[in-house]
């Protein structure tokens, strides 16, 4: 009714604004096109504003359409702790009050061979607290080249800035050694820290420290040594033609006494990040003031616990972590996909638009590995009548929305991100996007 109204007054404004008859006349003022119009905005307001889409890119780790996507356990177990209570911190052997972090810590410790783990909100707040805890007011050695900012809004100095400590940069932008950090070392020094760079590379005339060779440094020096991995990969692709990722187990066998990651990253889980360590470091950042500020959530933590387990069997892990799986995708699998989304498009469209197949690149994101490049298989749409961004448009407006990719303007389907079930659900989409024109629907 209100919408009725609005849209029956936006045209009444319309015509006060007119400058002249014929331009008033040219107002729509006939009940369809007021009903269609009241349709699309009751519909509109009745959506939710953060849905479902269907990503065709095949970006994997896609940021803005929120990266990992949940294995099947991590959803079920979501939703029978979400409208239940939970020992979320009640200890039911012992009868009293517990820690959160003890539904994920021993699994943690397994996977990694760390003696203590904690999880909070994000990497980004481990990061603050792990620095905050052990660094405030001291010093912290960081490489030139290690600076990074992820996703616009955590810059590692800013970070360190925020947390209390004071960074020192050692090294130029290609090439640090470890007698860089050697000198810049004094009585206030607090950490040594590494930053993996997930999202770009530094190629070239390099060089760089490894983790192992800064742990020996740091315990000749009594200094302890932390690196942050970004990706948090539990297991090697590198058999996958994927970049070789550092593995957590890989920095705490390399002696680092702390460790942090991302839960949505290669990991496959929930928006969480994961301190695994020296028991002494993380039971202090566990007891942070700013710890409860960055908490994890009960829900975020069941899905995570549900996506660490599956780790406990690699092949598992590998079939049923949704990242991983899409990782793993042989090409031969992705070309058998594209090519029946081909071939049921050309049917239903004909005469719309060119569809073809070809060779592509899929890429794992921005969130981790950016640059990494993913042999694919891919739909190209060439509509004949609309242009491509009118089609991405309607795309975007369709429901379920569809997001894709645009090159050498021509809309690429890439069937490495779509779930199971999504093919069709894309098929439809498209069609109807495409259909627009004929039908006169909006
Ligand atoms: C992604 C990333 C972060 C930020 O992690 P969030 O979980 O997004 O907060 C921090 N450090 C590194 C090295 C990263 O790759």
New binding site residues.
């Given amino acids: 009714m209100q919408a009725v109204q609005e849209l029956i007054e936006e045209r009444r404004r319309g015509i006060i604004r007119a400058k002249n008859e014929d331009e008033a006349q040219k107002i729509d003022l006939s009940l369809d096109n007021i009903a269609r119009d009241a349709l699309r905005v009751v519909k509109a307001k009745l959506s939710p504003s953060l849905r479902r889409v269907i990503n065709a890119t095949g970006t994997v780790l896609h ?1 803005n359409l929120g ?1 990992a996507p949940l294995a099947r356990a991590a959803m079920e177990m979501l939703q029978e702790i979400a409208s239940a209570y939970c020992n979320l911190e009640y200890s039911l052997k012992e009868g009293h009050r517990g820690s959160r972090h003890e539904h994920v810590e021993s699994i943690l410790c397994n996977l990694t061979g760390a003696e203590a783990a904690c999880v909070f ?7 603050y607290l792990a620095l905050n805890t052990l660094a405030k007011e001291k010093e912290v050695i960081v490489a030139r080249g290690e600076l ?1 900012e ?2 616009g809004s ?1 810059r ?1 100095p800013e970070v360190m800035k925020a947390s209390g400590a004071q960074l020192v940069e050692v090294g130029t932008t290609n090439k640090t050694y470890l007698a860089d950090y050697e000198q810049a070392i004094t009585e206030k020094t607090a950490l040594l820290l590494k ?5 770009y590379r530094i190629i070239g005339f390099t060089a760089d420290v490894s983790i192992r060779e800064l742990a020996a440094l740091g315990k000749e020096k009594g200094i302890p040594v932390m690196e ?4 948090g990969a539990l297991v090697n692709l590198s058999g996958f033609g994927l970049p070789a990722e550092p593995l957590l187990s890989e920095s705490i066998n390399a002696g680092a006494a702390l460790v ?6 290669l990991l496959g889980g929930p ?3 994961i301190i695994v360590g020296e028991k002494e470091k993380v039971e202090r950042i566990k007891k942070n003031q700013m710890a409860r500020a960055l908490r994890i959530d009960k829900l975020t933590l069941a899905a995570l616990e549900a996506t660490l387990r599956l780790y406990q069997e690699e092949g598992k892990a590998l079939k049923e972590i949704t990242v991983l799986r899409m990782l793993t995708l042989k090409p031969s699998e992705l070309k058998q996909k594209a090519e029946t989304i081909r071939a049921k498009l050309a049917d239903l469209c004909a005469g719309t638009a060119d569809f073809q197949c070809a060779e592509n690149i899929s890429y794992v994101g921005g ?2 590995m950016p640059q990494a490049e993913l042999p694919s298989y891919t739909v190209f749409v060439s509509p004949y009548e609309i242009s491509v961004g009118t089609l991405i448009e309607r795309l975007h407006a369709g429901t379920p929305p569809v997001v894709a990719r645009i090159e050498n303007d021509k809309l690429v389907l890439d069937p490495r991100t779509l779930q199971p079930g999504e093919e069709e659900a894309l098929i439809n989409a498209v069609a109807s996007a495409l259909g627009e024109n004929s039908t006169g629907a909006f």
Avoid: W
Wanted: glycine fraction near 14%; hydrophobic fraction near 30%; proline fraction near 0%.
């Fill in positions: 940021t990266r909100n994000n990497n980004a707040a481990t990061v990074v992820i996703g955590f590692i930053v993996h760079t997930s999202n942050d991995i970004g990706n942090t990651c991302s839960g949505d990253k928006q969480a990040g969130g981790a």
